[in-house]
């Protein structure tokens, strides 16, 4: 079965840096497109970023452009969200998701199955 585990979520300082990680395994990971999305309370679930199945391109939420890097291992599969200069707007449970193809999405309904997500708390 599918599993996509996140980690690396906790209490950072605004402006500080965090990395989450996600530990995909069940099917053929080199085959598909990954994807991070995050969601705030009371806020619906929103995209963040993906990934294309070679890594090769990417595609980002306008509001992270130029602070967080998605990257994959293709080796080890597993993807990463590199967050650099965090807000406290970046508070939220963070999720790692495959799309059902090796393409780039940035919608929820283009992606199959998901983690359980990772706590993120940014503090000023």
């Known amino acids: 079965q599918v599993q996509l585990v996140e980690s690396g979520g906790g209490l950072v300082q605004a402006g500080g840096s965090l990395t989450l990680s996600c530990a995909a395994s069940g099917f053929i990971f080199r085959s598909y497109g990954m994807g991070w999305f995050r969601q705030a309370p009371g806020k619906e679930r929103e995209f963040v970023a993906a990934?294309?199945?070679?890594?090769?391109?990417?595609s980002y939420a306008d509001f992270v452009k130029g602070r967080f890097t998605i990257s994959r291992d293709n080796a080890k599969n597993t993807v990463t969200l590199l967050m650099n200069r965090v807000e406290p707007e970046d508070t939220a449970v963070y999720y790692c998701a495959r799309s059902g193809s090796g393409k780039i999405y940035t919608t929820q309904g283009m992606y199959e199955d998901w983690g359980q997500g990772t706590q993120v708390t940014v503090f000023s």
């Open positions: 990934i294309i199945w070679s890594g090769v391109r990417t």
